[in-house]
């Protein structure tokens, strides 16, 4: 692993730790050279979950896109990274038991569901975006629906 300060190829892992609930492994390293330390973590990868989109088209699926698609929902709301990451290790577990193939309309709307349970206003946001509203009055109905 490279140092992400001084760039040397070749650091050492001082501690190791299981995170996420067993899903993770949290490492501290530090870097010989400068002596920096910061921490990595190990993750399961997903790389043969494939996303189905609207379209039709496939494409790997990708854990930094859904998040930052969520942190942008959840730009000055009270959610941290910590309620992201066990939001996305909960449904990641679940899309990997799809045969490898999820729906982008399946992953949109449990992300939906889950950002319901940690914040409304995130949620109408990403809501926003996923079901494509075309008018104010959809946005309104939306909105009503939180109310009810």
Known sequence: MNCPRCKHEDTAVVDSRIAEEGRA????????????????????????????????????????????????????????QENIDSLLDKLEEKWGGNKGEVGSATIGNDVMKALHKIDKVAY????????????????????GKLFR
């Open 25 to 80: 492994i949290r490492r501290r390293r530090e870097c010989p050279k400068c002596n920096h330390r910061f921490t990595t973590f190990e993750r399961q990868e997903l790389n043969n979950l494939i996303v189905v989109k609207r379209d039709g088209t496939r494409e790997p699926y990708s854990r930094s896109k859904i998040e930052r698609g969520i942190w942008i929902a959840c730009t000055k709301r009270p959610v941290t």
């Open 124 to 143: 109408i946001r990403f809501a926003s975006v996923h079901r494509e509203f075309k008018d104010v009055e959809e946005f309104k109905e939306e909105l």
